[in-house]
């Protein structure tokens, strides 16, 4: 039995699908050790969020999160405009309503009675003594 007929190709294939077996399994653990990620506060803590491949990869969440701050910064600025705004026309509102009570003062004191008939005596018209009377008509 020791001269017995060994196929080549049998014995080929068989180093072949062992050497498969073996990059098979390689392959696994080097995946298994490229996926091992650390978590995203590790990252930070070391450093790796500044790499290119990290922030390649997360150049849309990165603008996100650009365009909002944007957004909030503008949302302060639009704010404090509008509240000027209201202070500025609260101001002209009560220097509108101060003239208009002064201008009603001083009609009402210009148009007084007394002022009234010592004005118009040099023209020759005089206070009504007598009580005004009241003429109803009845109706059929």
Sequence with gaps: MDNEFIDKEKVDAREALKAAKT????K???RQEVEKKPSAFVQILNGDFLTKEFMLG????IFFVMLLLLLTVSKGYYGKRLSDDV???QEELNEL???HFEAKTRLEEE??????????????????????KVIRVKKK
């Design 111 to 132: 148009t007084q009675r007394v002022k009234l008939v010592d004005e118009l005596a040099p023209q020759g018209l005089k206070e009504t003594v007598n009580p005004t």
């Design 58 to 61: 997360n150049l849309s969440f």
């Design 28 to 30: 696994t653990r080097t």
């Design 97 to 99: 309503t101060s003239d």
């Design 23 to 26: 990059k098979k399994k390689q």
């Design 87 to 89: 202070n500025k026309t």
